[in-house]
């Protein structure tokens, strides 16, 4: 048999320099039998010549000799075709075994590289949701938008483990009232980790729109940016920087809840969004009057108005770029030195001048603020302002022509008045419908509220202190007023001697509807 032609694949080497195949020919069986035996009796001769070191010099020389024999022939064997090819398969599945080996260490190496990875994605996804689990319990739990101040504070307080003290408490009230607005929501309150040379930690109290630091007698508004928190890799700790001063996740943990909060808290914030005509809220207190002064500067346009602290504020209680507005719950309406007063803050500033009142307003008071453009509001104890001046007017004119709510496709209606009345009620107008809005200043009620005692005090045709009481929610002083304003307007008589008065019309006319 002619030899076969030895293939490219069986003289080119892989990268370790062994031929790619080493093809089995005729006769290597007989030459790895023949290799294995003279392996065999040169291992027999290593062990004679070992063991005739110890008996006899003959037995020593017999085994040298038949090793360096056994020795050379296997050296003769390898250097024959068969004897190459044979070296060549055994150091091929020996390069064989070292890759299959290191493959096998890269396998395991990846495999517990990605088991780490998934180890550690699964921390960062558990973090994450316990993160988002805790800022959704805190703005679930945290107070509201309108809470008083001193109790957002003893919630604060008591998250942070940070109730027990009474001096504690005492300054963060006194910090909030300066530089945190009435309309925040407080989320969290910290201390800062104490430094050296200082006396007592600075306090930090974070709101949804921003944040009040204390530090020994100073305190001032501040605002944190992304670059002011620094988090710690593979903790839970962390820094929030103010200046100087450090606030330590670690140490403060609702911190870090609440750093997360605040940009949730912000998004629902209606201070950050155009505001829709308000509903109805309920009166009970001068910060509630306030906070439905500033839902009603939002929907008059003024999109960034927010409440004032409470301190010197110079008559200021609701703050916007283009304007300020003040508002009084008072029994009585509000003179005419008052509004100069405000329109004097409002000049300087460069500002328009709003004003929200609950008695209303004197006659010399609305002609001085008619004349100088300042906007008079009348608002209930149900949260609904009327306007009762021009300026007024075309405010709520602009903000119904121009919803504030983008994309609403539903007009607004005139607040505060009602069907049956004239849209635009002024002295300017008819003579009796300025008379209406006369006598509602007079009686200290909005013009919707005394046209619908009207409504009812002819339709039922009884005019008495009980009904006015009972019906409409009116103290005794209030309802002696609005008989007063009804006789005035010629719908019930004067009292007689027992009291009573009589109705004098049947119906009301058009222009008194």
Same mark, same amino acid.
């Given at each position: 048999?002619?030899?076969?032609?030895?293939?490219?694949?069986?003289?080119?080497?892989?990268?370790?320099?062994?031929?790619?195949?080493?093809?089995?020919?005729?006769?290597?069986?007989?030459?790895?039998?023949?290799?294995?035996?003279?392996?065999?009796?040169?291992?027999? /001769?290593?062990?004679?010549?070992?063991?005739?070191?110890? $008996?006899?010099?003959?037995?020593?020389?017999?085994?040298?000799?038949?090793?360096?024999?056994?020795? /050379?022939?296997?050296?003769?064997?390898?250097?024959?075709?068969?004897?190459? +090819?044979?070296?060549?398969?055994?150091?091929?599945?020996?390069?064989?075994?070292?890759?299959?080996?290191?493959?096998?260490?890269?396998?395991?190496?990846?495999? @517990?590289?990605?088991?780490?990875?998934?180890?550690?994605? +699964?921390?960062?996804?558990?973090?994450?949701?316990?993160?988002?689990?805790?800022?959704?319990?805190?703005?679930?739990?945290?107070? %509201?938008?309108?809470?008083?101040?001193? &109790?957002?504070?003893?919630?604060?307080?008591?998250?942070?483990?940070?109730? %027990?003290?009474?001096?504690?408490?005492?300054?963060?009230?006194?910090?909030?009232?300066?530089?945190?607005?009435?309309?925040?929501?407080?989320?969290?309150?910290? !201390?800062?980790?104490?430094?050296?040379? +200082?006396?007592?930690?600075?306090?930090?109290?974070?709101?949804?729109?921003?944040?009040?630091?204390?530090?020994?007698?100073?305190?001032?508004?501040?605002?944190?940016?992304? !670059?002011?928190?620094?988090?710690?890799?593979?903790? &839970?700790?962390?820094?929030?920087?103010?200046?100087?001063?450090?606030?330590?996740?670690?140490?403060?943990?609702?911190?870090?809840?609440?750093?997360?909060?605040?940009?949730?808290?912000? *998004?629902?914030?209606?201070?950050? @969004?155009?505001?829709?005509?308000?509903?109805?809220?309920?009166?009970?207190?001068?910060?509630?009057?306030?906070?439905?002064?500033?839902?009603?500067?939002?929907?008059?346009?003024?999109?960034?108005?927010?409440?004032?602290?409470?301190?010197?504020?110079?008559?200021?209680?609701?703050?916007?770029?283009?304007?300020?507005?003040?508002?009084?719950?008072?029994?009585?309406?509000?003179?005419?030195?008052?509004?100069? !007063?405000?329109?004097?803050?409002?000049?300087?500033? @460069?500002?328009?001048?709003?004003?929200?009142?609950?008695? /209303?307003?004197?006659?010399?008071?609305?002609?001085?603020?008619? +004349?100088?453009?300042?906007?008079?509001?009348?608002?209930?104890?149900?949260?609904?302002?009327?306007?009762?001046?021009?300026?007024?007017? #075309?405010?709520?004119?602009?903000?119904?022509?121009?919803?504030?709510?983008?994309?609403?496709?539903?007009?607004?209606?005139?607040?505060?008045?009602?069907?049956?009345?004239?849209?635009?009620?002024?002295?300017?107008?008819?003579?009796? &419908?300025?008379?209406?809005?006369?006598?509602?200043?007079?009686?200290?009620?909005?013009? *919707?509220?005394?046209?619908? $005692?009207?409504?009812?005090?002819?339709?039922?045709?009884?005019?008495?202190?009980?009904?006015?009481? #009972?019906?409409?929610?009116?103290?005794?002083?209030?309802?002696?007023?609005?008989?007063?304003?009804?006789?005035?307007?010629?719908?019930?008589?004067?009292?007689?001697?027992?009291?009573?008065?009589?109705?004098?019309?049947?119906?009301?006319?058009?222009?008194?509807?």
């Amino acid at each position: 048999m002619s030899a076969r032609p030895v293939a490219p694949a069986d003289v080119l080497g892989s990268d370790s320099g062994l031929p790619e195949h080493i093809s089995q020919r005729p006769g290597d069986d007989l030459f790895e039998i023949v290799a294995s035996v003279v392996a065999c009796v040169m291992f027999i /001769g290593l062990i004679v010549l070992l063991v005739g070191v110890f $008996i006899s010099p003959m037995v020593w020389i017999a085994g040298t000799g038949v090793f360096v024999f056994c020795a /050379g022939l296997s050296w003769l064997l390898g250097k024959t075709p068969a004897g190459q +090819r044979s070296t060549a398969r055994a150091q091929r599945a020996e390069a064989e075994q070292r890759a299959d080996a290191a493959e096998a260490a890269i396998r395991a190496a990846q495999k @517990k590289q990605d088991a780490l990875a998934m180890e550690e994605e +699964r921390r960062a996804y558990e973090a994450v949701r316990t993160l988002e689990q805790a800022v959704h319990q805190l703005l679930k739990d945290a107070p %509201r938008h309108g809470t008083p101040q001193h &109790e957002a504070i003893a919630f604060c307080l008591s998250r942070a483990g940070l109730a %027990r003290d009474p001096r504690l408490r005492a300054e963060a009230e006194r910090l909030a009232r300066r530089h945190i607005a009435v309309d925040e929501r407080l989320l969290c309150i910290a !201390q800062s980790t104490p430094g050296s040379g +200082r006396a007592r930690p600075a306090l930090l109290i974070l709101s949804d729109r921003g944040a009040a630091v204390a530090d020994g007698g100073m305190a001032y508004r501040f605002s944190p940016a992304p !670059q002011d928190m620094i988090d710690v890799p593979h903790t &839970e700790a962390g820094q929030l920087l103010v200046g100087e001063l450090v606030f330590t996740f670690f140490d403060n943990p609702q911190l870090r809840i609440a750093l997360a909060a605040r940009a949730q808290a912000a *998004e629902i914030s209606p201070s950050d @969004k155009a505001a829709g005509r308000p509903e109805g809220r309920l009166i009970r207190t001068a910060r509630d009057a306030e906070l439905v002064a500033v839902d009603w500067m939002r929907y008059l346009g003024f999109t960034d108005a927010s409440a004032t602290p409470v301190g010197a504020d110079e008559g200021i209680d609701v703050l916007a770029a283009r304007a300020v507005a003040q508002v009084k719950m008072e029994g009585s309406p509000t003179s005419r030195p008052v509004v100069q !007063q405000l329109h004097g803050v409002a000049s300087a500033q @460069k500002k328009k001048a709003v004003f929200f009142s609950l008695a /209303g307003y004197t006659p010399p008071a609305f002609d001085w603020a008619s +004349r100088h453009d300042i906007a008079l509001f009348q608002y209930d104890l149900q949260g609904t302002p009327t306007p009762i001046n021009p300026p007024a007017q #075309q405010l709520i004119q602009t903000a119904t022509a121009h919803p504030a709510t983008p994309g609403s496709s539903t007009p607004h209606t005139n607040p505060g008045l009602s069907p049956g009345l004239p849209p635009s009620p002024s002295p300017a107008g008819k003579p009796h &419908e300025a008379e209406f809005i006369r006598c509602a200043q007079h009686a200290g009620l909005r013009v *919707e509220t005394l046209h619908d $005692i009207a409504q009812a005090v002819v339709t039922e045709q009884r005019a008495t202190m009980v009904l006015l009481q #009972q019906r409409f929610f009116l103290t005794r002083a209030e309802a002696r007023r609005v008989l007063e304003a009804l006789e005035q307007l010629g719908l019930v008589s004067a009292p007689a001697a027992n009291g009573r008065r009589t109705v004098t019309t049947a119906a009301l006319t058009p222009d008194q509807e």
